[in-house]
């Protein structure tokens, strides 16, 4: 055990690609933190206690450009494998180009307490403008969400708590619900606040049509954005293909591929 | 090992009483702060009431509608339902038949439950005996103090404070279920003196009360300070009234026509004595009181231009203001009942020792000025089966008429609806008033309110209301006649008794002046949107979680938007069933002070706060419970606001220069 925790602990130190700061446009997926029905792995990026909702060993990767500038794409992937009576995640994300760019790593752990699942992050984030020096960062992050019926959970979130003497990542809260109306049916909704930025408030909703495909739909205030999505789910694999539609700055495409070890 | 043995000894030690009111009264307590502006209102009567009953719960059986409006879970419907049911089928025999009761829904019945019982009556020969015997008698002592100190203290100043920091108060009380209760209360506020100067006399402000009730015919008698409320508060209410809020049913202004006053405020109530006698179906209340108040001045008026509603006496200036007005107040309440008609006739005069004289201002033109006012009213209630209708008819000394119209109508189980109408004329005059309307005073408002409960399932309710009003006349602040709608809309899941989620949407428009230098003022419309989410969570038998998230959206002609955000999470942990600790932590960040937010705090036991939250910040704040012995309590409070961005705080003599602001409370209790 312990020398499983090192390895993990090393691959999260020298991991080349680290998480990305930015949020991504497309959110659907995400909220899905809130719903008992499979979340993808991506899903602990929006609260860390989400992660002890899967099951097994798990991975997603995730990319969007935004509004179609190739200086605007992002990139994300996750693992999770379950550990004891908790489960790991790790992260690894970039945002930009050559000119800008931001990459971050992440390291996470979850576990259920009853009807509560307690999660906890750690976030390296590395910022790099040409020309100028680079800005290392590290945050911490804690969540928790709360069973409140089985088919109803609520879901709390700090981010970015912790000092960082170069760069200071903004102080992130949410506050986030989640509802199965059956098992076909969920919503969700987030209020998500970063420091000195307006508040956020995303709504989405997925309906799964068929056993293999479902569509979402969903709005994120902060970017006044609308978004759409589809899912197909295939044997220990889900496709989501996904976008946001800003009205004036047009349409950023998303893609996420996850996989599964154990059938939902 | 020594730290270990003291946490055992303090974890063997029993929590004291914690005293959490339901999200929705929390609320209320909210609004009603965010409308007077009041973030630590001294009134803590109904805590005191409710705490009584948690100890020794009100019997069912015995309770009139006094004691049921008392405790401010209950609509007048559901009251008058509960008494006609009694009335009908005869006392209680178990508490669980309460869900017989029409109108009552199982939500209330929670919430009543911890107050009160079902018991046997006693008999009055017993009843006087005991009276003097079995009451409680209950000693409370309560220190506070702000940790830095403002510029008010910094005695080289030429407007300083004369006294120390320290805030005090003292209380003794002797209470005997509802049916006696004596008690005096001394309280000095921060920077006022103590037993020197000015407040040679120890603390800064005294009360004491004596009151009896249903001593044969007479059914309520007062002596020392006492509250009164009438009719639906158009002449006069001081008991706690509160204004809209997410509990759409609770618009009838219901409660006791003489309380007495147990709080530490040093305005709203009177002093002398009054007498209710009466029988089932005729009732009289006569009341005289005569007391100083404190009154602001301005060089050039021969009188007073307004009250000193602080209680405040901590400078030169404000020594000199208190008790300059004596208050002189009389009057009388007659009311008669039937099965379904309650009709009240209710008078008041009142006079001043030298004259009120407003500030000479455009929105002042109607208000009263003297030395001398009286009204009268007409009140009443009717319940014809699921509707209950209630009104007052007002009038002052120059025949102003005041109007003010409701109705609750249970049209299903699942479905309440209330109305009220109020037509409240510019020129009418109220110095106390205090009814359901938007503003503080019922005058100059028109205004037409709708509030709906729905209750689709025992885990969904949904709670809305529209308001829409206007005043014909200018306000303070507002340089023309205006009006505003108020839309709220909440939404409620509660699976189980154990959690519960609140979503709340509240849409305001009102109007209030731009800032136009070189020109007139003049009003423009300002809105105000919020959202609110609420989580409670009972994660153990020991262990409960709170936490909310709120955003404003304000916007006004010609100013920029700007937003509000507060967030906290609060525990509360009982160790063992051993000692209690209630911990928040709340991170707020508002545009400015206009988009400020109001949170409820719980506090030592019959102490709550609602402070208002603006700029950027964090705020901690922790309460420690402990019960040594069964008749000994002790409370322990420590709250710090930190504001990273800001060296200085406050303002005047209030100004503080520093990032931080704390406040230490310790309070112990003794009852024997």
């Known amino acids: 055990m312990k020398k499983l925790l090192y390895i993990l602990a090393s691959c999260w130190v020298y991991m080349p690609n680290a998480q990305m700061v930015q949020s991504p446009l497309v959110a659907l997926p995400f909220l899905e933190a809130y719903s008992r029905n499979s979340p993808s792995t991506l899903a602990f990026c929006v609260n860390p206690a989400a992660l002890a909702a899967g099951k097994g060993l798990s991975a997603s990767i995730y990319g969007e450009r935004r509004f179609m500038l190739p200086e605007l794409g992002s990139y994300k992937a996750a693992l999770a494998l379950g550990v004891g009576q908790g489960r790991f995640g790790f992260t690894a994300g970039r945002a930009g180009d050559l000119r800008y760019r931001e990459t971050a790593a992440g390291l996470a752990y979850a576990r259920t307490l009853g009807k509560t699942d307690l999660g906890l992050s750690f976030d390296y984030v590395h910022t790099g403008a040409l020309g100028y020096e680079a800005l290392p960062a590290v945050a911490a992050g804690l969540g928790a969400i709360f069973h409140i019926k089985e088919t109803f959970r609520a879901g709390l979130q700090v981010a970015n708590l912790g000092p960082s003497p170069a760069v200071e990542l903004p102080l992130t809260m949410a506050f986030g619900l989640g509802y199965d109306a059956s098992e076909r049916l969920f919503a969700g909704c987030e209020v998500r606040k970063a420091r000195d930025s307006p508040v956020d408030i995303r709504l989405a909703c997925r309906y799964r049509f068929h056993q293999q495909a479902g569509a979402s739909l969903g709005i994120s205030t902060a970017t006044a954005s609308f978004l759409f999505g589809t899912a197909v789910w295939l044997p220990l694999c889900r496709l989501d293909v996904m976008a946001a539609l800003h009205p004036r700055l047009g349409i950023s495409p998303a893609l996420m591929i996850s996989f599964q070890n154990q059938r939902p | ?672």
């Open chain 2, 1 to 672: 090992m020594k730290i270990l043995i003291c946490l055992s000894l303090v974890i063997a030690i029993p929590p004291a009483r914690a005293q959490e009111l339901p999200p929705n009264t929390q609320q209320q307590l909210e609004q009603l702060a965010e409308a007077t502006e009041t973030e630590s209102p001294e009134d803590d009567q109904w805590l005191q009431t409710l705490d009584h009953y948690r100890r020794e719960p009100l019997d069912l059986n015995e309770a009139g509608a006094e004691d049921l409006q008392g405790l401010r879970f209950l609509s007048a419907l559901q009251i008058d339902l509960f008494l006609r049911y009694r009335k009908l089928l005869g006392k209680l025999i178990d508490i669980h038949e309460l869900q017989a009761v029409p109108g009552w829904d199982l939500a209330t019945i929670r919430q009543l439950l911890p107050y009160v019982s079902i018991g046997a009556a006693l008999t009055l020969k017993d009843d006087l005996r005991s009276r003097l015997k079995n009451g409680e008698h209950s000693v409370l002592l309560r220190l506070s103090r702000a940790l830095e100190k403002s510029r008010g203290y910094d005695r080289t100043r030429a407007t300083h404070f004369l006294g120390d920091p320290n805030q005090l108060m003292f209380r003794y009380r002797y209470q005997y279920k509802n049916l006696l209760y004596a008690g005096i209360t001394g309280e000095k506020d921060p920077g006022e003196q103590f037993l020197r100067g000015a407040q040679a006399a120890g603390f800064d402000f005294y009360s004491a009360h004596l009151f009896l009730r249903r001593l044969g015919k007479i059914k309520a008698l007062a002596f020392g300070d006492f509250s009164l409320s009438m009719g639906q508060g158009l002449i006069l209410w001081q008991s706690m009234g509160f204004s809209k809020s997410a509990e759409s049913m609770s618009v009838k202004r219901q409660g006791a026509i003489l309380s007495p006053y147990r709080s530490a405020g040093e305005f709203n109530f009177n002093r002398g004595v009054a007498v209710t006698v009466g029988n089932e179906k005729w009732e009289t209340t006569v009341f005289f009181s005569s007391r100083k108040i404190g009154g602001s001045a301005a060089d050039s008026v021969d009188g007073f231009t307004g009250f000193q509603t602080s209680g405040l006496h901590r400078t030169e200036t404000e020594v000199a203001r208190k008790n300059k007005v004596r208050h002189t107040a009389a009057g009388a309440v007659v009311i008669f009942r039937s099965d379904r008609l309650k009709l009240g006739i209710n008078g008041l005069i009142q006079a001043f020792d030298v004259p009120l004289q407003k500030r000479s201002a455009p929105y002042n033109a109607f208000v009263f000025s003297g030395s001398r006012l009286w009204n009268v009213s007409v009140d009443y209630s009717y319940t014809w089966k699921n509707l209950h209708l209630f009104g007052e008819l007002a009038l002052d000394a120059q025949y102003n008429a005041a109007f003010i119209q409701g109705a609750l109508l249970s049209v299903d189980p699942r479905l309440d609806l209330s109305f009220v109408l109020r037509v409240l004329p510019v020129r009418y005059r109220t110095l106390f008033g205090n009814a359901f309307t938007e503003h503080t005073l019922p005058v100059n408002e028109q205004g037409l309110y709708a509030g709906l409960s729905f209750k689709p399932s025992r885990a969904w309710q949904m709670q809305a209301y529209a308001d829409v009003y206007r005043s014909p006349w200018l306000r303070y602040r507002v340089s023309a006649p205006s009006s505003g709608y108020d839309y709220l809309l909440q939404v409620g899941y509660q699976p189980h008794k154990k959690a519960s989620v609140l979503v709340r949407y509240h849409y305001e428009q009102k109007s209030s002046d731009l800032p136009a230098p070189g020109t007139m003022d003049y009003p423009a419309p300002f809105v105000k949107r919020s959202l609110r989410l609420h989580l409670t969570d009972q994660l153990s038998s020991l262990l409960s979680l709170k936490a909310r998230m709120e955003v404003i959206w304000l916007r006004t002609i010609n100013e920029a938007a700007e937003e509000g955000f507060l967030c906290f999470a609060e525990v509360h942990q009982k160790i063992r069933s051993s000692w209690s600790v209630n911990l928040r932590m709340q991170y707020f960040e508002t545009g400015s002070y206009n988009s400020r937010i109001y949170a409820y705090e719980s506090d030592v036991l019959y102490s709550f706060s609602m402070p208002a939250f603006y700029e950027k910040g964090w705020r901690c704040c922790v309460n420690i419970g402990v019960e040594p012995k069964k008749n000994l309590s002790l409370w322990l409070r420590y709250a710090r606001n930190f504001f990273p961005e800001q060296k200085q705080m406050g303002s005047g003599v209030d100004l503080i220069e520093s990032d931080r602001r704390s406040q230490a409370r310790a309070q112990i209790m003794f009852t024997f």
